[in-house]
């Protein structure tokens, strides 16, 4: 069985949705986490005082029309369905996101039709005489200067910490404006939230007899020798030992505040305004609402850049870390033995349906390469822009 046994480093979504797979494709699987539980970015856990399931990394819901991730994700959870609505406070005021019908009526105080709104956008937009170059240009071409500095500017500045004009363009073109009345956030054909959490989920996907975990575990370039294979789910400048410079992230603090009754109509707010310091509060229990909870928990959240000892969460992607993730990337195809599977090891953001399918499919290919005696890819293709989300829901 020696040249069956594949490791799997990280017992996150990717790393868990890999390991499940191989190990029902007959391979032995050992998968190491630093951690002391699994679930990685999307860790959940019951809060002590309150009762309350908590995201320990920010809120996540799972939202996606693919009928092969739904089916997988369901092996391992009851998938409740979820509505999830978010609020924007900007000026003073507060707005349903994202922009859509009720948000330009409100803002512009004028009773528009879904007609009359998008030629008023239209009326409103910036005018360049070239394509938009930059996410600030973006904006303004897209909505006008008063909804972009009142919905985006602020926030942006706040989220990523550099002037939006550094921004992509293409990151501002893939928010959504809606001329519609349906206040939910997500039109995705299921979306739901994991009854008893995400930890308990992917645990349960790691609960096979092909799958040894070792938590407390670091990853260790070392390790892969008495390995078969590799999956490495982490960031892709560690494994290479950062010999070309770190990769930069934008990390998040997070201020757990509790109480009684609800703090807030809807599971997350965000603050578009400089002048208030966190980007969005997130009240959990919204998030299970089939749950009765008297007392409340809320989370104030706030970006900032990525040390060295921090938890990195979003790539940021300016031209610098293209050049450099690029380096990166052309090392680890230049690797043998090993696949770079999920959002670290790929420098990207990744919604946790596409991590899912990614990883689905990453091990099918590395099962059809090892049985077939070939060796499997370093990865799936290129990364690419980031899909990095600005003034959203961002998972």
């Not at 994991?194 to 930890?199: I, K, R």
């Not at 078969?228 to 960031?235: L, S």
């Not at 007392?295 to 300016?318: F, K, M, Q």
């Not at 420098?347 to 399918?357: E, K, S």
Request: hydrophobic residues 40%.
């Amino acid at each position: 069985m020696n040249n069956q046994r594949i490791l799997v480093i990280g017992a996150g979504l990717s790393g868990a949705t890999a390991a499940r797979v191989l190990a029902e494709r007959g391979f032995a699987i050992t998968v190491t986490e630093r951690e002391s539980h699994p679930g990685g970015h999307c860790h959940s856990y019951r809060d002590a005082e309150t009762g309350i399931m908590v995201h320990a990394h920010g809120p996540h819901i799972l939202h996606s029309d693919s009928s092969e991730v739904w089916a997988f994700l369901q092996r391992f959870a009851q998938l409740r369905p979820y509505r999830h609505t978010v609020r924007a406070v900007t000026g003073g005021r507060t707005y349903p996101l994202p922009i859509m019908l009720a948000t330009l009526r409100q803002f512009f105080g004028r009773d528009f039709t879904p007609d009359e709104a998008q030629a008023h956008l239209a009326a409103m937009a910036r005018q360049y005489p070239r394509p938009p170059a930059n996410f600030e240009e973006q904006g303004r071409a897209l909505l006008g200067d008063a909804l972009y500095e009142g919905f985006f500017d602020g926030y942006t500045r706040k989220q990523w910490g550099v002037e939006p004009c550094l921004l992509p363009a293409s990151t501002m073109r893939r928010i959504p404006v809606r001329f519609s009345d349906d206040l939910s956030y997500y039109h995705h054909s299921n979306v739901a939230i994991p009854e008893q959490g995400y930890t308990a989920m992917i645990a349960t996907m790691l609960d096979h007899p092909a799958i040894s975990v070792r938590y407390g575990a670091m990853a260790e370039p070392a390790l892969a020798a008495a390995f078969r294979h590799t999956i490495y789910t982490g960031p892709i400048d560690a494994w290479f030992g950062h010999r070309w410079g770190r990769l930069s992230y934008r990390t998040l603090d997070f201020e757990v505040l509790r109480g009684t009754g609800t703090f807030q109509d809807v599971a997350q707010v965000n603050y578009c305004d400089l002048s208030v310091p966190w980007t969005r509060i997130t009240e959990y229990k919204h998030f299970t609402p089939w749950e009765r909870q008297d007392a409340t928990l809320y989370v104030r959240e706030t970006s900032r850049a990525c040390g060295a000892a921090d938890i990195p969460y979003y790539p940021l992607r300016l031209a610098v870390d293209d050049s450099l993730a690029h380096r990166y990337l052309a090392a680890a195809h230049a690797s043998s033995g090993i696949s770079f599977v999920g959002r670290l090891a790929t420098y990207r953001y990744l919604d946790m349906d596409v991590a899912v399918a990614e990883a689905l499919m990453a091990a099918r290919g590395i099962a059809e390469a090892l049985n077939g005696g070939a060796a499997p890819p370093a990865s799936i293709d290129d990364p690419g822009a980031t899909s990095a989300k600005v003034q959203s829901g961002r998972r």
